[in-house]
C-alpha cells in the first residue's frame, strides 16, 4: 500500500553519515523534509543537495529539520558531502541516511517491494528514489513531490509549500494558487459565512465558496 497525504510516516533505525537515527525520535517536536536521491556522485543530486546546505538558515527559521536518503553507504555519503559543499560553497550539516538495503526507499513507496540493486548499477536503476516528503511534528506526510532524474528541484517552490503548509496546519484556512507569505489566504469550505466572520473578520466574498481573508498571526 502506497504512502499518501495524511499518513504517518514510517518510523525506522538506520545509519547516516552522522551515526544512527530513530526518524520518529529525529523528527522529535519539529517539521521535517526528506529528500531522497538515487544515487551518489550524481550530479543533479549534488546541485540539489548543496541548494538544501545553502538554505540551512531558511530551514531553521521554520522549525524544519531536512535529511537526505542515498541508497549508498556512509563512507560514499562522506565524500560525498565534500563534493556537496565545494559545490554549494557552505556547510553541509544534515545528515543523509544510507539506504543499502533499501528499506526505507520501500517503505516510502519510493521502490517496489521486490527492488534490488544488481551488480554494476546505475541510478537509472532506483531513479525513483527522487522524492520530497515534508512532514508535520505528529509525524504525518504534508506534501509528496517526485521528480525525474533530467530535471533539478526547485528549492523556493520547497520553501513556499513549507510556509504554506504551516501556515494552514490545524487552522481551517487554505492557500491559493502561488500564494506567498502576507497574502490573503483562503477560508475552508468547512467554516460558514457566520463563522467564518466571527473568527477572522473582515472577509471578502469572491464567491460563495470562495472567501479571503488575511491569515492568521
Given at each position: ?10 518510523n ?30 550524481t ?74 540493486l ?5 541510478a ?32 523556493a ?45 473582515e ?15
Amino acid at each position: 500500500m502506497g504512502l499518501r497525504i495524511n499518513d504517518t510516516v514510517p518510523n525506522f533505525t538506520a545509519e547516516t553519515d552522522q551515526g544512527e537515527i530513530t526518524f520518529h525520535d529525529w523528527i522529535g517536536d519539529s517539521w521535517a523534509i526528506l529528500f531522497s536521491h538515487p544515487k551518489d556522485f550524481t550530479p543533479v543530486c549534488t546541485t540539489e543537495f548543496g541548494a538544501v546546505a545553502q538554505l540551512a538558515d531558511e530551514w531553521a527559521k521554520r522549525n524544519t529539520k531536512v535529511i537526505g536518503l542515498s541508497v549508498d553507504d556512509t563512507e560514499d555519503h562522506v565524500k560525498w558531502k565534500n563534493d556537496i559543499e565545494t559545490v554549494a560553497e557552505t556547510k553541509a550539516g544534515f545528515p543523509i541516511i544510507a539506504d543499502v538495503d533499501l528499506k526505507v526507499s520501500k517503505q516510502f513507496d519510493m521502490l517496489p517491494a521486490d527492488a534490488y540493486l544488481p551488480d554494476g548499477r546505475t541510478a537509472a536503476d532506483s531513479a525513483s528514489v527522487r522524492s520530497v516528503f515534508i512532514i508535520s511534528p505528529d509525524k504525518k506526510v504534508q506534501l509528496i513531490m517526485t521528480y525525474p532524474m533530467s530535471v533539478g528541484r526547485n528549492f523556493a517552490e520547497v520553501l513556499r509549500a513549507l510556509d504554506a503548509l504551516q501556515a494552514t496546519y490545524q487552522t481551517p484556512i487554505a492557500t491559493g494558487a502561488n500564494w506567498v507569505p502576507g497574502q490573503d489566504v483562503i477560508v475552508a469550505l468547512t467554516v460558514s459565512d457566520e463563522e467564518a466572520k466571527e473568527k477572522f473578520g473582515e472577509v471578502d466574498f469572491k464567491l460563495p465558496y470562495l472567501r479571503l481573508t488575511k491569515a492568521p498571526a
